[in-house]
T-cell receptor, first 113, second 114 residues
Framework: DAGVIQSPRHEVTEMGQEVTLRCKPI?????LFWYRQTMMRGLELLIY????????DSGMPEDRFSAKMPNASFSTLKIQPSEPRDSAVYFC???????????FGPGTRLTVL | AQTVTQSQPEMSVQEAETVTLSCTYD???????LFWYKQPPSRQMILVIR??????QNATENRFSVNFQKAAKSFSLKISDSQLGDAAMYFC???????????FGTGTRLQVTL
């Protein structure tokens, strides 16, 4: 079975540009999570969806960050405009139920110059 | 607030030997889950093992086992017969049963030597 798929694996952009990260969860999983990993803050939850509906976005750092899930098999995390401090690894994860294990994608390493 | 503490930033083990990684957590919840994730240089977060707090029996997955001490709020990971492929960052994580967020420790970097 395919795991969580993320694209791109690496993204290098310049400050002020729009960045879109993509995620395809494991088929049948009702929950989708976006995490960010930095050296300073470790792994932190940004937002999560249940059945395509955003449930908790309290971890989204600023209004520059937005996430959507138009259908059960696709989600995006957008940063507009991007800043150097947004440089991090962004992970998408999915789970069958809220109590189940979260399975992570390979991550997207974002570098904002 | 729930916290997860991994007090060993780095550990080293010889191939075929056994190593134990420590994790403690702080919570007032009774329904929670504990996890160990492995992050190799490829940076993929891979589930190693999961423990439900209500289960007294320690979880085991092949060469990986945990020592879950609920009263002490301790959740250590034992890796037996260590292999070169076990070299990675290992993260301990905690989740309240009905909550969404995984709370991660700061990680332990494991080196495996010949």
């Amino acid at each position: 079975d395919a795991g969580v798929i993320q694209s791109p694996r690496h993204e290098v952009t310049e400050m002020g540009q729009e960045v879109t990260l993509r995620c395809k969860p494991i088929s049948g999983h009702d929950y989708l999570f976006w995490y960010r990993q930095t050296m300073m803050r470790g792994l932190e939850l940004l937002i999560y969806f249940n059945n395509n509906v955003p449930i908790d976005d309290s971890g989204m750092p600023e209004d520059r960050f937005s996430a959507k899930m138009p259908n059960a098999s696709f989600s995006t995390l957008k940063i507009q405009p991007s800043e150097p401090r947004d440089s991090a690894v962004y992970f998408c994860a999915s789970s069958l139920q809220i109590t189940d294990t979260q399975y992570f994608g390979p991550g997207t390493r974002l570098t904002v110059l | 607030a729930q916290t997860v503490t991994q007090s060993q930033p780095e550990m080293s083990v010889q191939e075929a030997e056994t190593v134990t990684l420590s994790c403690t957590y702080d919570t007032s919840e009774s329904d929670y889950y504990l996890f160990w994730y492995k992050q190799p240089p490829s940076r993929q977060m891979i589930l190693v093992i999961r423990q439900e707090a209500y289960k007294q029996q320690n979880a085991t997955e092949n060469r990986f086992s945990v020592n879950f001490q609920k009263a002490a709020k301790s959740f250590s990971l034992k890796i037996s017969d260590s292999q070169l492929g076990d070299a990675a960052m290992y993260f301990c994580a905690y989740k309240v049963g009905t909550a969404s967020k995984l709370t991660f420790g700061t990680g332990t970097r494991l080196q495996v030597t010949l």
